[in-house]
């Protein structure tokens, strides 16, 4: 089996499985449970919880398509990138160092969990969702900011950063150039799809909101 294909379901198959390790330690559906009884019945809200169980699998199969659009958007990207600094490097290539960097990402819900399960022991569903480990919004806070404000806010983050740094380095090695060329080549490329992406979003939320 080609390696990048075993990549791409160990990182699908780890994001799963540390997903509902939080769910089950943070204990999301007694949070969920608690959200929502403030507005509906103990049927309905039983109701809502039963349907999402039932409809589980949904969620498992929908991860592996979700990172295969992201890696192959990304992926793309770079390689437009690297066409225009006139880089010789195959997509596949890149391809394969996207998925080895997205694994940073998998270090971002076990922090989460480490931190309301030995810091922030009292947590609210809202204080869960919008928490993102060493970021932005970590620092300014959720409560009060604009919500068109929230997700940049939780892009800036030293994740990102490493993100960045990892596929720079992976591409100035496959382009046998330097990690400097390859950063200019990230900042060029993905760098102004995700500026791109994060105004799209905030307008989104700005709208509807």
């Not at 992926?75 to 690297?82: D, F, H, M, P, R």
Request: charged share 15%; with cysteine; proline share 2%.
């Amino acid at each position: 089996m080609n390696i990048s294909l075993i990549r791409y379901f160990v990182l699908s198959i780890c994001y799963i499985f540390i997903i509902e390790l939080a769910n089950f330690i943070l204990k999301t559906d007694l949070l969920i449970y608690n959200s929502l009884a403030a507005k509906l019945g103990k049927e309905q809200i039983s109701e809502i919880l039963n349907f999402q169980k039932k409809w589980e699998w949904v969620s498992f199969l929908s991860t592996p398509v979700f990172f295969l659009i992201k890696i192959t958007l990304i992926s793309s990207v770079l390689y437009i990138g690297t066409a225009f600094s006139d880089t010789k490097i195959y997509f596949k290539a890149i391809f394969d160092n996207v998925i080895k960097a997205e694994f940073i990402f998998l270090l971002v819900p076990i922090f989460k969990i480490i931190w309301f399960y030995f810091f922030q022991t009292s947590y609210s569903l809202e204080d869960i969702q919008y928490f993102y480990p060493l970021s932005a919004l970590n620092i300014v806070g959720y409560k009060g900011l604009e919500p068109w404000l929230i997700y940049p806010f939780q892009t800036l983050n030293l994740f990102e950063l490493s993100y960045w740094l990892i596929l720079a380095f992976f591409i100035g090695k496959a382009t046998e150039t330097t990690m400097d060329h390859g950063l200019k080549i990230v900042a060029s490329s993905y760098g102004s799809a995700l500026l791109l992406w994060v105004v799209v979003i905030m307008f989104f939320t700005l709208n509807y909101s």
